[in-house]
């Protein structure tokens, strides 16, 4: 069900944004000279909107650095006052939020954990309600599109219209090249239920490394994403938490020169009436596909009858495995991502024995 709340759009509370949004700046404030001085490089790039620095930082285990805490609200203020740009902090209890609040800073940030806990989510809300804070929700740690959602309407029920998700990877379950895994389904999913909800992608912390940091920037515009967040520090290779994954200013704008930004529409009628003549094509084909589908239905149905007659299991899995061969390799000479093509045959045969299990169980 797609829910319209009343969220703004990003140029409502940033109106001088051209670009997409673009959030950086260290990961972890370490002293106010290295917050201000990676702000001041960072100002210079006209393409920085708003600057982020972490002082409670919640780290996986107890014993790393865990930010400078109170102090560097002040740092933050100093870095408004000299470079005039916007200020953010992540904030994971309501103390974190009152004390930023106070601080007069731009943009509170509730991070993957805390996204993670309605509690938490809950205290964050009730703290900021009735304010016109801009509010970013990184996606909870799992994957779970509802928990990201409920945390997104718990501050919009607080009164709260800047809000914009941040899609900073999921934990993985397994060994990946990335930190954290990247989700566009998740992702996709909550921009369908929460149409008018921005979504940035925070890819240092999807990448964990420097060198994916661009292919996932990259792949983020492809899919839509209003901006970035990415960690950047003065001298990355010092940095007291999450050196590998952080760029120095300068290294980010080579980033930032790199990337092709895409937008919804062309504002072109050549590619407009292009796109609608291939769109016509595939709405052909798609029926096409589901008209064999529908076939395939009834032979399946047919054989499920027969089946029931003589007493036949509807799982004949000598036959499904040499199926699924068949159809892997005739999707590779037909250049088919074989994944794609085990994931639809996996749909197609489940359905076939439910139904023919539904038509051997009729009275
Ligand atoms: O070949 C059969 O026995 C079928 O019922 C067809 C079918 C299929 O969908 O292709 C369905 C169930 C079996 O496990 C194997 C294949």
Not at 29 to 54: M, P
Request: charged share 25%; proline share 5%; hydrophobic share 40%.
């Amino acid at each position: 069900m797609t829910l319209k709340l009343e969220i703004n759009p990003i140029k409502e509370w940033l109106p001088h944004i051209d670009n997409p949004l673009l959030v950086s700046g260290p990961c972890s404030l370490e002293s106010e000279e290295q917050a201000l001085e990676t702000a001041k490089l960072l100002a210079q790039d006209k393409r920085v909107f708003i600057y982020r620095g972490g002082v409670w930082k919640p780290r996986t285990r107890p014993g790393s650095f865990e930010g400078v805490g109170s102090i560097g609200l002040k740092w933050l203020q100093t870095v408004k006052k000299e470079t005039g740009l916007p200020v953010g902090t992540e904030v994971a209890n309501a103390q974190h939020t009152e004390e930023a609040l106070n601080a007069g800073l731009d943009v509170l940030w509730i991070g993957a954990r805390s996204t993670a806990s309605p509690f938490v989510v809950q205290e964050i809300a009730d703290v900021v309600k009735g304010t016109d804070a801009v509010i970013m929700i990184k996606n909870p740690v799992n994957p779970d599109v509802q928990l990201w959602m409920g945390a997104v309407e718990r501050i919009n029920q607080a009164g709260i219209k800047n809000i914009v998700a941040i899609h900073r990877g999921f934990t993985p379950f397994r060994e990946t090249k990335y930190r954290n895994y990247p989700n566009w389904k998740t992702v996709i999913e909550l921009k369908r239920l929460l149409p008018n909800l921005p979504i940035i992608c925070d890819p240092s912390h999807i990448a964990g490394k420097r060198e994916y940091l661009y292919e996932i920037s990259q792949k983020a515009f492809d899919m839509g994403m209003e901006g970035l967040m990415i960690e950047s520090h003065r001298d990355p290779s010092c940095a007291m938490s999450d050196a590998a994954q952080q760029l120095t200013p300068a290294d980010l704008g080579k980033l930032l020169d790199k990337l092709v930004i895409r937008h919804e529409n062309a504002n072109n009628p050549s590619f407009e009436s292009q796109l609608d003549v291939l769109r016509n094509r595939i709405d052909a084909l798609d029926s096409e596909l589901l008209e064999i589908l529908a076939s395939r239905v009834t032979i399946v149905k047919q054989i499920g009858q027969y089946k029931r007659e003589n007493n036949v299991t509807a799982l004949q899995m000598n036959r499904w495995t040499q199926l699924m061969n068949n159809r892997v390799n005739l999707g590779k000479r037909l250049d088919i991502n074989e994944t794609f093509v085990k994931i639809l045959f996996q749909l197609i045969h489940e359905d076939s024995v439910r139904m023919q299990t539904e038509i051997m169980d009729e009275e």
